[in-house]
């Protein structure tokens, strides 16, 4: 963006066009990238844009090379009145071999003179360049590095859903009043006055924290006169053909949350009908049936609960014109309620581990309100960190094909890192009990896992996975700083990102059914059990009796996650 507002005068003209705002001159400015919500400029077309100042006394072009070749420019200065005709370039690509991250953002790599009327130069692959004839190498504003990025902290707030708060049981809670903000200033008559307005007010009543995917979505009164968040978009918005053409929903919430149990009043103001959806876990897409569990339910009690848009299982309640929906997601083990009765329980024998909360309507005005999302006593709530395969901190080693922007917009910031030679290698830090390797898999990739240099799991298998989904989980580790090691042994592995996981837990963790487990499994040998079985962890194989994963070496292991009340012992979480 700098590249663009630091090397013309940018903003609003006013009505008699004497601002000096610069303008864009069409004849000078091309783009041959191909796309269009996903655009791909790796095809090595010219791509650029000049902008002028309407004094023509400068001007400034800006070139975005993101292909792997290096191209040419040849820019000829006509109708200008120029001054001092020299011309800085101003360059941000990605390091050099041993470089910090930000060595090469947006600095002065070269000035120029026009040669026979032409000034010439040559851009990098993977850069983005302006070359302006506005004298900016002594300016402190140009020269000033972005500021870093501070810690990413994952969202968990008290119960007014405002404050940042660790210590309680709840994530998130919205009640769509807002009293306690009271009234806020805001900008007028562009900025050069302020003026008080009621906190709803001042932003269109549009709810805190919540992204709309579709619908219009907005806090009104209800017939006792309390605030709730209504979906206005009726039955005349349904077969419009639009761009996103899926019913209405809004996200909220944190990636990286993992255990938790969300709650939502939903209500049917319309008298021609309406449905209400509550989803969980969700990762990507702009459709309600994107949250990896959501139930649905009308006012004549009908519901159906989904595994993102596969019906699993459905049913009837009491009609009403209100529920209480919930959706408690604990490991693969998934329930749904309906005012607080358990309608149905999912346990995802490849479940995905973590995602925001969703709420959906179809096109009939529909309330909700009292949305609350609550920890899980003995499971960790959410992932602490998400680090992208591109990251700095990943090593890589043997042969691995490495595809950056260019990437589908489902992968994390569009890039992947993918091997099919074995004996390619990755390792990455992480600080928790274990990690997900994430990315979308065949199940193919079969590994052997060293952690802080020791072997930890022999010819470990891998799942079928689409994206933003776990191929992989490694559990049990002492919770602290790790450094682990996969080693390709055969087929294909698609890597993405990774997430640590926390083994802070809220309560005791229930190790019942691994202590039960390893009661039953004795003390065995090696012979007593089958060859290893790929996949994520799951129930023990039945015959002939074999200890559970965590105790055998050809499984990934799992727990321990660290009790808040002292309890190390190994789970199933």
């Known amino acids: 963006m700098q590249h663009f507002t630091q090397f013309a005068r940018t903003g609003w003209e006013n009505d008699t066009n004497t601002a000096g705002i610069w303008r864009t001159v069409p004849e000078a400015s091309y783009s041959g990238v191909s796309g269009t919500e996903n655009v791909d400029g790796s095809n090595g077309a010219p791509s650029y844009m000049t902008l002028a100042d309407p004094r023509r006394k400068d001007f400034s072009t800006v070139v975005v090379n993101d292909s792997d070749r290096r191209k040419t420019y040849r820019i000829k200065a006509r109708n200008m009145r120029l001054g001092d005709p020299t011309m800085e370039i101003w360059e941000t690509r990605g390091p050099d071999a041993g470089q910090a991250y930000d060595a090469n953002l947006k600095h002065l790599v070269d000035e120029i003179r026009p040669d026979d009327g032409y000034y010439t130069y040559t851009v990098e692959p993977r ?14 504003e140009t020269r000033r590095r972005l500021p ?8 968990d707030t008290d119960a007014t859903g405002k404050r940042h708060d660790v210590r309680d049981s709840v994530l998130y809670a919205d009640d769509f009043g807002y009293e306690e903000e009271g009234d806020v200033e805001v900008g007028t008559a562009g900025g050069t006055r302020t003026t008080s307005q009621p906190y709803l007010a001042s932003r269109g009543n549009q709810p805190r924290y919540m992204v709309d995917q579709t619908g219009a979505w907005e806090i009104g009164k209800d017939a006792d006169g309390d605030n709730v968040l209504y979906q206005y978009m009726d039955q005349s918005m349904k077969d419009t053909h639009a761009w996103n053409w899926h019913t209405p929903n809004t996200t909220v919430g944190d990636f990286r949350w993992e255990n938790y149990r969300a709650t939502v009043d939903v209500s ?8 209400a959806t509550l ?60 005012d607080g009765k358990a309608v149905h329980t999912y346990q995802d024998p490849t479940p995905q581990a973590e995602g925001r909360v969703k709420l959906g309507s179809d096109f009939h005005t529909t309330a909700f309100d009292n949305l609350k999302v609550e920890k899980i006593d003995g499971y960790a709530p959410y992932a602490t960190a998400l680090t992208d395969s591109m990251d700095a901190s990943v090593a890589y080693s043997g042969a691995w094909s490495r595809k950056a922007a260019f990437g589908d917009a489902m992968d994390w910031y569009r890039s992947t890192s993918t091997s099919r030679t074995a004996g390619a290698s990755f390792s990455v830090p992480f600080t928790g009990t274990g990690i997900d390797i994430i990315g979308g898999n065949t199940g193919s990739a079969v590994f052997d896992v060293h952690v802080d240099g020791k072997p930890i799991a022999k010819d470990a298998g891998t799942v079928a996975s689409d994206r933003r989904r776990a191929t992989y989980a490694l559990r049990g580790l002492p919770d602290r700083a790790h450094t682990a090691t996969f080693v390709l042994k055969s087929g294909t592995i698609v890597f993405d990102a990774f997430t640590a996981i926390s083994g802070d837990v809220d309560g005791r963790v229930d ?3 691994i202590r039960d487990s390893l009661a039953e499994a004795g003390d065995p040998v090696p012979g007593d059990y089958p060859p290893p079985t790929r996949g994520l962890c799951s129930t023990p194989p039945a015959r002939p009796p074999g200890p559970p994963c965590a105790a055998r070496r050809d499984w990934t292991p799992w727990g321990p996650p660290r009790s808040r009340t002292g309890s190390t012992t190994p789970s199933h979480d």
């Open 279 to 338: 989803g969980v876990r969700q990762q990507k897409g702009m459709a309600a049936s994107d949250a990896a569990y959501n139930i649905r339910v009308g006012p004549d009690g009908t519901w159906t609960f989904y595994e993102y848009g596969t019906v699993i299982a459905n049913g009837t309640v009491a009609a009403a014109d209100r529920y209480r929906l919930a959706i408690e997601a604990k490991g693969a083990s998934i329930t749904a309620y309906i």
């Open 511 to 513: 190790t019942a059914a």
């Open 127 to 140: 850069s983005i360049v302006t070359l302006t004839t506005l004298d900016k190498s002594r300016d402190k």
């Open 268 to 275: 049917f103001p319309d008298p021609q009908g309406g449905l």
């Open 148 to 155: 870093g990025s501070g810690e990413r902290t994952v969202l």
